[in-house]
């Protein structure tokens, strides 16, 4: 009998558990898919559909260690912009400018999810609130 | 018997390729155009007169001064820019270094490059822009030159729309064609940079064309 309750209890616990984990998944994919049209429109032209960049004109997003270095910076130079920084991306410096740009928090927070899971990045998912926190700490 | 299906179909191979070779289609010639009459053996003659790209003068990355002559003798590729343009330039250099790639080494192509900004784009920032491209050599040129003369060199000659207009990212207007001139200083294409079909079509063409101005001239 007991044995019956704790099974069960099992099975109802791990449904839950599953369930949220896939309600985690959904918003995943929401942030990410949204993030992936911003991209499409707003960062394609300069860092290219696989994220490859131009030449040593603009930077790859394809550096991990950068973006996990810096990712709660990220925020501010895509709402800023970068204009006379030097920037190391896999190895070569980068000197261009970044135009500042109007997104609002929230499609910021879908763009970096896109581009933090993509191109070979594996980030999970960057959230509304977590871009309200970065961008209070822009200099 | 395999052996003689097996010399059949190469023979049909063969002479379907040859076929072909005869049909490819020439490409057309664009711009305005004119008739004008001329005398040859006591007989006259009318004749087409297409636009030709006239007479201009320029600085490349190099400072060197380029003129409409540096270009004769080439089969080349015009486009519009200014380096520190945030929309469509970098999608237009990144389908042009393919172009760039396929043909730097073939002596009678070149790529021209007219700066539309050329107040900010003096010929130091030029060679920046070409070294960080990661160009090198004379088969792409980067020009500067007085505004109003490239400004109209695009509209009345390569027929691209280029003006300033403070309301649009980054000061400009303009259009990312590619302008395809032969030997002759005629317009042989138009394609759109941004669309990478297009530059693929475009870098099929400058095969052509290569191979029908050589034939011009050896004739």
């Known amino acids: ?139 | 018997m395999k052996k003689l299906t097996g010399a059949l179909f190469i023979i049909l191979l063969y002479t379907a390729c040859k076929f072909n070779a005869a049909d490819t289609p020439k490409l057309p010639i664009y711009g305005n155009r004119d008739t004008a009459s001329k005398v040859v053996n006591g007989k006259t003659v009318i004749d087409s007169v297409y636009q030709t790209i006239p007479s201009f003068k320029f600085v490349n990355q190099y400072g060197d001064s380029i003129t409409n002559k540096s270009l004769n003798g080439y089969v080349y590729v015009a486009d519009f820019f200014f380096t520190t343009c945030p929309s469509i330039c970098p999608i237009m250099h990144r389908n042009m270094l393919k172009v760039y790639d396929d043909y730097k080494n073939v002596s009678d192509f070149k790529i021209i490059s007219h700066t539309i900004d050329p107040k900010h784009d003096s010929v130091a920032v030029l060679k920046k822009y070409a070294d960080k491209l990661g160009i090198s050599g004379n088969s792409w040129w980067l020009l500067q030159g007085k505004k109003e003369e490239t400004y109209q060199l695009g509209e009345k000659s390569y027929l691209v729309a280029v003006k300033e207009d403070s309301g649009t990212p980054g000061g400009y207007v303009h259009q990312g064609w590619f302008v395809l001139i032969d030997k002759q200083k005629r317009i042989r294409g138009y394609y759109d940079g941004t669309d990478e079909k297009q530059v693929d079509k475009l870098r099929a063409d400058i095969k052509t064309l290569l191979a029908e101005t050589n034939t011009n001239i050896a004739q």
């Open chain 1, 1 to 139: 009998m007991k044995l019956r309750v704790i099974g069960a209890v099992a099975i109802l616990l791990s449904v839950i558990i599953a369930s949220c984990q896939s309600e985690e998944q959904q918003e995943f994919q929401r942030y990410y898919n949204g993030g992936k049209i911003i991209y499409e429109q707003r960062c394609q032209n300069c860092h290219s559909a696989k994220g490859e960049g131009l030449s040593n004109l603009i930077p790859p997003l394809t550096d991990a260690t950068y973006l996990k270095t810096n990712k709660a910076a990220l925020a501010c130079l895509v709402k800023y912009g970068i204009k006379e920084t030097i920037i190391t991306i896999n190895g070569k410096s980068y000197e261009g400018a970044m135009p500042a740009t109007d997104l609002a928090p929230v499609d910021i927070a879908k763009v970096l999810t896109y581009v933090t899971n993509s191109f070979g990045n594996k980030m999970g998912i960057v959230t509304s609130e977590q871009i309200d926190k970065d961008l209070l700490k822009c200099k």
